[in-house]
């Protein structure tokens, strides 16, 4: 008894200590902001920070605010071809937007498993605005 007691302890230990502490991007309980339109201005390898950064824009084209703060996630790929997936990231959005309102936004990734600089042909893909629930 004392042995599978022992047992479903250390299960539950290795279980919890897996799960994120941060949010996952991609996550199927934020709920997405619909209204959002999203245009890539640039992207680039930051070599000297080792990260890949995309910067771009976000525009309003609801009937409703999006209230502050909600988060921009962005997915990055190896290539212009999106079947290669390093990961993804986001960046919470300070300010709120009316209908007709945009915004800057910048994320970056890296990643302690690949070298994101061997990538300079790099894209992004799969944007979208989220309220983390």
Not at 10 to 25: A, K, M
Not at 27 to 38: G, K, R, V, Y
Not at 104 to 114: G, H, I, L, P, Q
């Amino acid at each position: 008894m004392l042995s599978r007691l022992i047992a479903v302890f250390v299960l539950i230990i290795t279980f919890t200590s897996c799960q994120p502490t941060d949010s996952v991007v991609g996550s199927s309980s934020d709920t997405q902001i619909s209204s959002l339109t999203f245009t890539v201005d640039t992207t680039y390898v930051d070599v000297k920070n080792s990260q890949l950064v995309a910067k771009g824009k976000v525009k309003n084209n609801g009937n409703t605010t999006v209230t502050s703060p909600w988060d921009v996630e962005v997915q990055f790929y190896t290539d212009n071809t999106f079947t290669t997936k390093l990961g993804g990231n986001y960046t919470q959005i300070g300010v709120p937007l009316s209908n007709g309102q945009q915004t800057f936004w910048t994320v970056t990734f890296s990643s302690a498993n690949v070298n994101v600089v061997q990538y300079p042909n790099f894209n992004v893909n799969d944007i979208r605005g989220i309220y983390k629930n």
